[in-house]
């Protein structure tokens, strides 16, 4: 860009003062030393123009008292801005880009929910003027008008938290494998792509407890046309605001992105990972458009790790860092592609730069995530345990303990309410009188849908404070802690020595003290007759897995398709190991039992974790008496 003369009237100094005082000033990360060995010299900022700027404001500042009302002529090149220009240019194309994201979100509640959240809490005081305030106000009440049932939301969120940690939990089996792993690039590779996980994508709900739950949560996604219209008129207020920015801040216009840019940008972001390639051409090819806002940046991370162009990867990262300034309290999304960035500064640096870099990065993930992102703080624990390996410095493991601690400490809470919902009476939602039509019919079928899950529901457990815990307490061991640190972890796990999974055999695996851990599977009573398998409630999980397993004199027969058809639950029952779970089977309905087959029976827990499996052993005989499958029976056997 050209460099030209521009005329600063005294009203320009004053209201960029005003901002200063009400916060809206730039906080801008100064650049780590230790990225520098990655990052060519033509992504440095001009340490001149820092300089000037700093001059500038502190001549502003000092001389405030001693302005008139005169005009005020000072030249500066044009493409050299204040903090507070940049700030607010900042502000200005994110907020543009956030009301074009609620606008293309028309038919995915779930993201608008995520939208208005981050309006909420991730968006920094100090950087907010007036008349930001007055678009973020206004877009909180375009998305507020068709927000979902909190607990439809709530279920939304369960679902997609117990996706995401099965995928953790396959992507890196053992919790503290990476501290023996050969391969810890692969693992963290494998890792990184659950983090990026796309919230509205099918995928993220496979977790929802059967076919009828995950059509509900489905609907009702797509907005009735009154509220497409607001929506329209959110894009026409963006506009406005987008005027009142650039004049008042006198900030160059071509700075400012177009809402044709805006919707370009929204548009081809959004493109599937199936177009992996030509997304990245489009926004390589229009670097000189996106080149000064952030989140361009962040999309080139993501695409260029993706292509395993992890040297760009590291460049991109390093073009956000030298533009970002302070306009969330926490920045989420930087915290979101870290973990791809560190990967390619594994697979790129030498040793020490990438110890040095991924240290200050899982820092920032720890510093730019709150309570719910438990699952980016767990890769950064990941990536402590990585560089405890390479260092051999405790520190690390002591650092992704605390990550697991902390995670815990919240997840643990999760389940206590998860505990409590499945042994209270089915608690209806009662709806609001100013609630739309659409939200009433939503919270009656969400009502019914109550009512009919209730009579298959299996004690929750909380995927995401399973894994952490398992990785907590393969951290106290690696770590040895001391027996105080021990009764404070079984303490908040286990207030009151209650348990905090309901299925005994998993609940017993989260105790230090062996006392605890008394589970007798042959005290179980269970009750099998070949095609219906009835067990305590306390045995299961609502992500049970149940094998049946028959051999015979010839062959193996594995049964599979075993699903939960009844919960019975008695009155004044005080305990879940009361209620009695049936499960049945239409391949087992089918099966031609012979005497002298061998059956064992394999229930776990939780699906995909083999170590806390029950096995119950039967056999079958031949009975005469009494005919049961052609003249067999089935009879119990005690483990061995």
């Known amino acids: 860009m050209c460099k030209k003369k521009i005329t600063i009237k005294i009203f320009a100094v004053t209201a960029a003062l005003s901002m200063a005082l009400s916060g809206c000033v730039s906080s801008s990360p100064t650049p780590s030393k230790d990225n520098d060995s990655f990052v060519s010299e033509n992504t440095e900022l001009d340490s001149s123009a820092e300089q000037n700027d700093e001059e500038l404001e502190k001549k502003e500042t000092s001389e405030i008292k001693d302005i008139d009302m005169d005009l005020l002529e000072e030249e500066i090149p044009e493409d050299d801005l204040s903090p507070t220009q940049r700030n607010s240019i900042n502000m200005l194309n994110y907020m543009s880009t956030l009301t074009q994201k609620v606008n293309e979100s028309s038919g995915n509640q779930m993201l608008l929910e995520e939208l208005y959240s981050s309006l909420v809490s991730d968006m920094y005081p100090n950087a907010v003027d007036t008349k930001t305030q007055a678009q973020i106000t206004s877009l909180m009440d375009t998305i507020a008008n068709y927000q979902m049932i909190t607990e439809k939301r709530n279920r939304l969120e369960y679902i997609y938290d ?3 940690a099965q995928a953790l939990r396959q992507a890196i089996p053992n919790p503290v494998g990476l501290l023996s792993a050969v391969e810890s690039g692969s693992l963290l590779k494998s890792a990184a792509s659950v983090l990026y996980m796309a919230v509205d994508s099918a995928s993220s709900y496979k977790a929802a407890t059967s076919q009828a739950d995950l059509q509900y949560i489905q609907e009702g996604w797509e907005l009735e046309d009154q509220e497409k219209a607001e929506l329209h008129n959110s894009t026409k207020s963006a506009l ?7 004049r008042d801040y006198d900030i160059d216009g071509d700075l ?4 044709e840019h805006i919707e370009d940008f929204v548009e081809w972001s959004g493109k599937p990972e199936s177009q992996l390639v030509s997304k990245t051409e489009w926004f390589k090819s229009h670097e000189d458009t996106y080149r000064e806002f952030g989140p361009y940046w962040l999309e080139l991370v993501k695409y260029y790790y993706n292509m395993e162009d992890y040297a760009k990867c590291l460049e991109s990262i390093r073009q956000y860092e030298s533009l970002a300034t302070r306009i969330y309290r926490k920045d989420l999304e930087k915290a979101t592609v870290l973990p791809m960035v560190i990967v390619s500064a594994k697979e790129t640096l030498a040793e020490d730069e990438y110890i040095k870099l991924a240290d ?9 995530t709150g309570d719910e992102d438990w699952s980016l703080k767990y890769y950064a624990a990941q990536i402590y345990m990585d560089l405890y390996t390479l260092t051999e410095d405790k520190t690390y493991l002591e650092a992704a303990y605390k990550i697991a601690r902390d995670n815990v400490i919240v997840l643990a809470d999760n389940q206590r309410t998860l505990n409590k919902t499945f042994m209270a009476d089915v608690q209806e939602i009662e709806s609001k009188k100013d ?17 009919k899950e209730r009579k298959i529901a299996l004690p929750p457990v909380s995927e995401a404070l399973y894994l952490n815990a398992d990785l907590l307490f393969a951290l106290a061991k690696e770590l040895d802690v001391s027996e105080e640190e021990k009764e404070t972890i079984e303490a908040i796990l286990h207030e009151n020595e209650d348990a905090i999974f309901l299925a005994k055999s998993l609940d017993q695996r989260f105790w230090f003290e062996e006392k605890y851990k008394d589970f007798d599977i042959d005290k179980i009573n ?11 409630a306390s045995c299961v999980t609502d992500r049970v897995d149940i094998q049946v397993i028959v051999s015979g004199k010839k062959k193996e027969t594995i049964i599979e398709d075993w699903t939960v058809t009844k919960v019975k639950r008695p009155k004044k029952s005080k305990d879940c190991s009361e209620f009695i779970a049936t499960f049945e089977s239409e391949k087992a309905k089918d099966y031609k039992y012979k005497s002298g087959d061998k059956i064992s029976i394999k229930v776990m827990p ?5 170590d806390e499996n029950m096995v119950f052993q039967y056999a079958v005989k031949s009975d005469k008496k009494f005919l ?13």
């Open 435 to 451: 609630d739309s039509e659409s939200k009433k019919k939503e919270t009656k079928k969400y009502n019914k849908l109550l009512k």
């Open 360 to 368: 200050q990065y899982c820092s920032e993930i720890c510093d730019n």
């Open 606 to 610: 939780v699906a995909d974790t083999p």
């Open 162 to 164: 117990q996706n995401r």
């Open 240 to 246: 406005n605001y987008m005027y009142d920015m650039v």
């Open 526 to 536: 269970i009750s099998f007759d070949g095609d219906k398998l009835s067990i305590p």
């Open 628 to 640: 049961v499958f052609d003249g067999v029976k089935l009879e119990r056997m005690k483990n061995e």
């Open 256 to 259: 400012a992105l177009s809402q």
